[in-house]
């Protein structure tokens, strides 16, 4: 796999800028995938690495997307 280098399309970045309570991951769902992110399934799976994502969706798939959110939906060009 190679580099991504193309806007991520994130869906809203910036909605929180300081002070982010890490008890409540919701408040930076703004930084979640798009559904046509080239970064969906272009990352890749690290060993030991808790098994979830940033939400705690879990990480089954050998198509892990770039970013701290796990998309359901999955890009075949990626592929």
């Known amino acids: 796999m190679g580099a991504v280098v193309s806007d991520p399309q994130i869906t809203d970045s910036g909605q929180v800028c300081f002070e982010v309570d890490m008890r409540d991951p ?3 769902s703004g930084y979640r995938l798009q559904g046509n992110s080239p970064c969906i399934d272009a990352g890749i799976m690290i060993d030991n690495n808790g098994g979830k994502d940033f ?6 798939s050998a198509f892990i997307d770039i ?7 999955t890009n ?3 592929r």
Do not use: Q
Request: glycine share 10%; proline share 5%; hydrophobic share 30%.
């Open 26 to 28: 919701e408040r930076l």
């Open 76 to 78: 075949k060009y990626n």
């Open 55 to 60: 939400l705690g969706t879990p990480l089954e």
């Open 67 to 73: 970013g701290a959110f796990e998309s359901i939906t």
